[in-house]
């Protein structure tokens, strides 16, 4: 995850994940050289089915200060020949610059996966 989150402007300076029901997952990074810090706890494990995990940024980019506003990730992994489809839903957000800045976050994290992968000889 610390490898491909985020748009090109995001850089990870840690990753932690307990992906399991009731685990947490925490990231820090800095985007456009300001402090970033989002956390959230995992709903649903099913391997390989299903992933689903609360998401919320904390009001100055530290750990040490209250989450905002939470939402739901839902990830969906579907076999489609040898490939996997992955569908992914994030919300509700509050307002239309919640989600366009979620889709742009979420697009650029899956270009650098998609490039991750391709150059580990892997297929995305």
């Given at each position: 995850?610390?490898?491909?989150?985020?748009?090109?402007?995001?850089?990870?300076?840690?990753?932690?994940?307990?992906?399991?029901?009731?685990?947490?997952?925490?990231l820090?990074?800095?985007?456009?050289?300001?402090?970033?810090?989002?956390?959230?706890?995992?709903?649903?494990?099913?391997?390989?089915?299903?992933?689903?995990?609360?998401?919320?940024?904390?009001?100055?980019?530290?750990?040490?200060?209250?989450?905002?506003?939470?939402?739901?990730?839902?990830?969906?992994?579907?076999?489609?020949?040898?490939?996997?489809?992955?569908?992914?839903?994030?919300?509700?957000?509050?307002?239309?610059?919640?989600?366009?800045?979620?889709?742009?976050g979420?697009?650029?994290?899956?270009?650098?996966?998609?490039?991750?992968?391709?150059?580990?000889?892997?297929?995305?």
């Amino acid at each position: 995850m610390a490898a491909w989150f985020g748009p090109p402007s995001v850089s990870v300076e840690s990753c932690e994940v307990d992906a399991r029901v009731g685990g947490t997952w925490r990231l820090l990074g800095t985007s456009n050289g300001l402090p970033r810090a989002v956390s959230g706890k995992y709903i649903e494990v099913k391997p390989p089915e299903r992933l689903v995990f609360t998401w919320a940024w904390h009001a100055d980019g530290t750990f040490a200060t209250p989450r905002e506003h939470e939402t739901e990730v839902r990830l969906i992994f579907k076999s489609v020949g040898d490939r996997t489809e992955m569908t992914l839903t994030h919300g509700p957000f509050r307002d239309r610059t919640g989600v366009d800045n979620h889709s742009r976050g979420w697009t650029g994290s899956f270009d650098k996966l998609e490039t991750m992968l391709a150059t580990e000889g892997g297929s995305a």
